[in-house]
């Protein structure tokens, strides 16, 4: 076969990067392409003005030795810097008072977080039955019917509003949360589950996201995406794929587009690591179907607000990682991160930065808002639930139109229709983040067993496929 590289990755975000990294590694001939001017997808660090600020993602959950084992290889170990301690506290709004989450048996029962009456509901949570085997609930459905409604409007909703910005009366729980619904299925309730499951896990040395430590990189989230970059060696940014066939000797034939020419770029396999929709644009053709149910994937819609203030101006002593706000309290703000509490030297001395997020399935309009609008928003709710004085000394606003893919109810079954495409074309692969966790983390993970699955489908193309 003729081919120009064995393997092209179409996508440089966190999920091609780290497949097209590993496979280079592994002596295999990887050429990685990006329609944007730098790689790095939704990750983007941002020094300006003595700020350093994050345009996506603001940390990494730690949650398999595998991430570390990527850092140590990558020579950015080094760089790797953890939340500070005094980032352990979360708030959660309630009546636009900011209280720190629960972390312990004592905190719990006293917290004012939750009523009286919803605490004792707890109790009975290892006696609640399971739902029947193969149904789908949604995220929503499933917290009411196991832990209560307040446990979903204060603690499940905030949450899947700050990892998803999503809805979790939409979001499907087998494919948003597999793991609280495996300890649902294995062990018949989620208290029990958490015990039993804590043991299991600690002989695998994996860590739940819930224990997870979070960390970041001194020059911030970028410094990683720019390292597997440089580890792949031949990437070409400003570069689009158009189109995807095969021709007839077995070469898969992608035609990009750069500086309005065009030219054609032969691979043995091809990484398609690319938001769902655009992956839909290049597989229509070939895999119709496949192709719709990318297409009927959602995606919410975020603005990321970085505003710097005097320390002085801010009544609140930002002793937390921050803060998320309830759909239930009505703030126009999913919630906002008190990055320099997280991680040192985010802002000059004397100063802070604090990251917010509006929009989201929430309020799906907000985000196209003009930045003088979304930044005036933020100054209001900054200064209703912090106590922000004034203006702030630097404001910066980042739109992310489809930010977060959505995995409503039916994600599992439109993903295993998506998977069809590795049956219409052998040798194309699916890889980003609508596909095995939306966090840079299971991103990483995936890129790394996308990688794995290239490798033996070049190796022996009968058995490469990825289930
Ligand atoms: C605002 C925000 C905050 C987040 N915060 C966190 C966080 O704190 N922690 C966390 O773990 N996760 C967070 N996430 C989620 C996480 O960052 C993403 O899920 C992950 O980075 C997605 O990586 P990806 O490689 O799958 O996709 P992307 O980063 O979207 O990369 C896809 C790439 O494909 C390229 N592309 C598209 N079409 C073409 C084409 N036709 N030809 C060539 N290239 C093309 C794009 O230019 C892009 O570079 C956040 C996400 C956002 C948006």
Redesign the pocket.
């Given at each position: 076969m003729n081919a120009d590289c064995d393997v092209l990755v179409?996508?440089?975000?966190?999920?091609?990067l780290t497949a097209g990294y590993q496979l280079a590694r592994r002596g295999i001939g990887v050429e990685v392409?990006?329609?944007?001017a730098r790689p790095?997808?939704?990750?983007g660090s941002e020094r300006r003005d003595g700020v350093l600020y994050e345009r996506?993602?603001?940390?990494?959950?730690d949650t398999s030795p595998r991430i570390n084992e990527l850092l140590e290889d990558l020579g950015i170990r080094g760089e790797r810097i953890d939340v500070s301690a005094i980032a352990s506290k979360r708030f959660v709004v309630r009546g636009s008072v900011l209280i720190a989450l629960p972390t312990s048996a004592p905190a719990f029962l006293t917290t004012p977080l939750f009523s009286g009456r919803a605490k004792l509901g707890l109790l009975r949570e290892p006696f609640v039955a399971p739902a029947p085997p193969g149904s789908e609930e949604s995220v929503a459905q499933f917290v009411v019917r196991r832990l209560g409604g307040e446990f979903l409007d204060y603690a499940i909703e905030p949450f899947v509003a700050g990892i998803y910005a999503g809805d979790p009366a939409q979001l499907s729980l087998p494919a948003a949360f597999p793991r609280l619904h495996a300890l649902e299925r294995r062990y018949g309730s989620l208290i029990k589950g958490q015990i039993f499951g804590a043991r299991e896990r600690a002989t695998r040395k994996d860590k739940s996201k819930r224990m997870a430590a979070s960390f970041s990189f001194r020059e911030g989230m970028q410094t990683l995406t720019d390292a597997l970059a440089r580890g792949v060696g031949r990437i070409r940014t400003d570069?689009?794929?158009m189109s995807i066939r095969r021709e007839q000797t077995g070469a898969i034939v992608v035609t990009v587009e750069r500086g309005g020419e065009t030219a054609e770029r032969r691979a043995r396999a091809v990484i398609l690591?690319?938001?769902a929709d655009?992956a839909a644009a290049?597989i229509r053709d070939f895999a119709p179907d496949a192709a719709r149910a990318l297409d009927a994937i959602p995606y919410a819609a975020?603005a990321?607000v970085a505003s710097v203030y005097r320390r002085s101006d801010i009544a609140h002593p930002l002793d937390g990682f921050g803060l998320l706000a309830p759909r239930v309290e009505h703030r126009r703000i999913l919630g906002t991160l008190f990055s320099s509490s997280m991680f040192d030297d985010r802002a000059a001395e004397g100063e802070v930065l604090l990251t917010t997020?509006v929009g989201g399935q929430r309020d799906p309009h907000l985000p196209s808002l003009p930045d003088a609008d979304l930044a005036r928003i933020v100054r209001e709710e900054l200064a209703a639930l912090l106590g922000a004085r004034g203006a702030p000394r630097f404001c910066a606003v980042t739109r992310?139109p489809r930010?977060?893919p959505q995995y409503t109810l039916g994600h599992l079954e439109r993903i295993r229709r998506a998977e069809q495409v590795q049956t219409a074309l052998p040798g194309l692969f699916l890889c980003?983040?609508y596909r095995g966790g939306?966090?840079?983390?299971d991103?990483i993970q995936s890129g790394l067993q996308t990688a794995e699955a290239v490798e033996k489908h070049i190796k022996n193309p009968e058995r490469g496929r990825l289930g």
């Open positions: 179409i996508g440089a975000g966190i999920s091609g392409i990006d329609a944007a790095g997808g939704v990750i996506g993602p603001n940390s990494i959950l570069t689009r794929a690591a690319v938001p655009r290049l975020v990321s997020f992310w930010a977060i980003a983040s939306i966090a840079v983390g991103c």
